[in-house]
């Protein structure tokens, strides 16, 4: 693997996987908003939650960096509110950034992915595995979302040598809640640390072609679903 494309290497976990890969002498193509800060890494600047934005990443990622072999969407916004009180454009936005812009640049990059033979490695979380949390009505739909999209991504890819690779990650400790609602997270010693999910996630893409982890589950110790 030499070139990786990250959706949301800014921060929080993809991040540290940008991390890996650039200490791995693999090169890192970031997608976001704001700009990665880690030496080494390739800038898009793109508002995924505008259609024109992601339009033009596109065209620039197969006019410069066509040849990637994997792309790994960590693109997440917590959307946290009362069931009683989330407003329509907090819903909106969440589903903009969490599912319509993740699947809609795979979809626009498809035919590169097969071609490249590259494979697609998407963040999930345990919410969408069960009823998800009190007040994360629009993250936890726009979850389910993004898994039933990547089962289509997987069922297209079925006959391809790329792999759709679904994590359900559990909370990690990041910035990701206090951006989002301006909460820290409590007892962040209690939450996974980035790095070591970065691992299991190169981990993963690196295994050998005829191995396809279609989805994988990493909780937090104490929070093992029943």
């Given at each position: 693997m030499k070139k990786v494309i990250i959706l949301g290497a800014s921060d929080g976990l993809g991040k540290a996987i940008a991390i890996l890969c650039i200490s791995e002498k693999i090169e890192v193509i970031n997608i976001s908003r704001?700009?990665?800060?880690?030496?080494?890494?390739v800038n898009i600047t793109c508002d995924l939650s505008k259609e024109e934005n992601i339009d033009s990443t596109v065209n620039t990622i197969k006019e410069k960096h066509s040849d990637f072999d994997a792309i790994i969407n960590c693109v997440a916004i917590v959307a946290m509110e009362k069931i009683n009180e989330i407003t329509y454009p907090k819903f909106e936005r969440a589903f903009k950034i969490n599912t319509i812009a993740p699947l809609y640049f795979l979809s626009s990059l498809f035919d590169n992915i097969?071609?490249?033979?590259?494979d697609i490695l998407n963040i999930g979380t345990t919410a969408d595995l069960k009823a998800g949390f009190?007040?994360?009505?629009?993250?936890?739909?726009?979850?389910?979302?993004?898994?039933?999209?990547?089962?289509?991504?997987?069922?297209e890819l079925a006959k391809t040598k790329s792999r759709m690779i679904y994590v359900?990650?559990?909370?990690?400790n990041t910035?990701?809640?206090e951006k989002?609602?301006?909460k820290k997270i409590e007892n962040p010693e209690e939450w996974m640390n980035p790095s070591d999910i970065a691992g299991i996630v190169l981990y993963t893409?690196?295994?050998p072609k005829q191995v396809e982890i279609t989805e994988i589950t990493i909780s937090r110790k104490g929070r093992r679903l029943i």
């Amino acid at each position: 693997m030499k070139k990786v494309i990250i959706l949301g290497a800014s921060d929080g976990l993809g991040k540290a996987i940008a991390i890996l890969c650039i200490s791995e002498k693999i090169e890192v193509i970031n997608i976001s908003r704001t700009p990665c800060d880690i030496s080494g890494v390739v800038n898009i600047t793109c508002d995924l939650s505008k259609e024109e934005n992601i339009d033009s990443t596109v065209n620039t990622i197969k006019e410069k960096h066509s040849d990637f072999d994997a792309i790994i969407n960590c693109v997440a916004i917590v959307a946290m509110e009362k069931i009683n009180e989330i407003t329509y454009p907090k819903f909106e936005r969440a589903f903009k950034i969490n599912t319509i812009a993740p699947l809609y640049f795979l979809s626009s990059l498809f035919d590169n992915i097969v071609k490249n033979e590259a494979d697609i490695l998407n963040i999930g979380t345990t919410a969408d595995l069960k009823a998800g949390f009190n007040d994360q009505l629009a993250y936890t739909s726009t979850k389910y979302g993004l898994r039933g999209g990547s089962y289509n991504l997987g069922l297209e890819l079925a006959k391809t040598k790329s792999r759709m690779i679904y994590v359900h990650c559990g909370g990690m400790n990041t910035q990701m809640h206090e951006k989002d609602y301006g909460k820290k997270i409590e007892n962040p010693e209690e939450w996974m640390n980035p790095s070591d999910i970065a691992g299991i996630v190169l981990y993963t893409l690196k295994l050998p072609k005829q191995v396809e982890i279609t989805e994988i589950t990493i909780s937090r110790k104490g929070r093992r679903l029943i």
